[in-house]
């Protein structure tokens, strides 16, 4: 039973570029949250989406971010015209919805922008 | 609002017990997590509470007190492995967690 992928693992970026992390969830999973880290911080909760909706985007900044989780394929975090505050670790969670609701995390995409 | 607090850094020797505090203040409760993380690695996911007691689970256990607003995680038998950060989370609502800022453990020989 594979676990929550994310892809790519290491992304660089020269400010003004576009990012595009993906994420699969865990299979069985229908709920993906998405976290911002930055070194020596906690995870900061950014978005939570279920398959072709946003539940709570309340973490995600106004500007130039955006996700989606499609009918088919994986959950994609957005991040327009980047800037170097925008470096950091990216993680994606996926849960099923049920019981204790478990989050499990994906290795993370590392973004680091120039 | 919403606040976790946890400490920043704790040390412990190997073969030790060494108890991580948690307090919390949050609109909502719907479950605590602890979750470990090595440095450059995803959380990986080590307990979950959501009534008040004690859970075990080999060489871990965690604690919880609504009423207190407070959880502890609590390593017997420490290993040099067991060197991560330990993070406490807090359900706030349906399915939003918070993440506190984590303690980095440090074991020594």
């Known amino acids: 039973n594979a676990g929550v992928m994310q892809n790519p693992r290491h992304l660089v970026r020269r400010r003004g570029q576009e990012a595009r992390l993906r994420c699969s969830p865990m299979?069985?999973?229908?709920?993906v949250y998405w976290y911002r880290q930055l070194p020596e911080e906690g995870l900061k909760f950014m978005v939570y989406?279920?398959?072709?909706?946003?539940?709570?985007e309340s973490g995600m900044p106004k500007e130039r971010f955006s996700a989606e989780f499609p009918k088919e394929g994986p959950s994609i975090l957005r991040i327009q015209q980047v800037v170097r505050g925008d470096s950091a670790a990216y993680f994606c969670a996926s849960s099923s919805g049920t019981g204790t609701d478990t989050q499990y995390f994906g290795p993370g995409t590392r973004l680091t922008v120039l | 609002g919403q606040n976790i607090d946890q400490p920043t850094e704790m040390t412990a020797t190997e073969g030790a017990i060494v108890q991580i505090n948690c307090t919390y203040q949050t609109s909502g409760f719907n479950g605590l997590f602890w979750y470990q993380q090595h440095a450059g690695e995803a959380p990986t996911f080590l307990s979950y509470n959501v009534l008040d007691g004690l859970e075990e689970k080999g060489r871990f256990s965690s604690f919880l007190s609504r009423s207190k607003g407070y959880s502890y995680l609590l390593l017997k038998e420490l290993q040099m492995k067991d060197s991560a950060s330990y993070l406490c989370?807090?359900?706030?609502?349906?399915?939003?967690?918070?993440f506190g800022s984590g303690t980095r453990l440090s074991i020594r020989p």
């Open positions: 989406l279920q398959k072709e909706n946003i539940i709570d």
């Open positions: 299979k069985g999973h229908s709920h």
């Open positions: 989370a807090v359900r706030d609502g349906a399915s939003k967690i918070i």
